[in-house]
């Protein structure tokens, strides 16, 4: 989707290749990650971009999922991964890919980006704030299975 060079940084649309690649910044296995890519690629409310390096290999990705909304007109779009590799941090990836993602969203007819920071790290917020967002209510979340401590 979106494209281009800067800072000798490649911003593309993820590939299955990708998946080592991700696992590494996001955590799980490389067959893991492949399966979670393989459902984001085919879901057309999806977005998922890497930052890539000289050598070709992701260094960081941004995924947004798309969503109509009740409380506005269009849809929003909702950063639902973020990161850069470790030794690429403080390199201005992070803000390329915020950049690369905002641009996905508008092509996808939204009129807001949503983020929530990583809990409990005042960095991710410092971070989300140097950008342009501003607090817009608290996320919850819960989950729709039980656990195997819980079923027994």
Known sequence: MAGGTRYGVEIRSALPADAGDLAGML?????????????????????????TGWNGAAIGVIALHRHPSLAADRPLARITALAVAEEERRNGIGRLLIKAGA????????????????????????????????????????PLRKRAADAA
Do not use: H, W, Y
């Open 27 to 51: 955590g799980g296995t490389a067959r893991e990650m492949a399966n979670r890519l393989e459902v984001l690629l085919k879901d057309p409310a999806s977005s998922v971009l890497v930052a």
């Open 103 to 142: 641009q996905a969203a508008r092509a996808g007819g939204c009129e807001t980006l949503e983020a929530a920071p990583p809990e409990g790290e005042d960095r991710g917020a410092a971070f989300l704030s140097a950008l342009g967002f501003i607090p817009a209510g608290a996320n919850l979340a819960r």
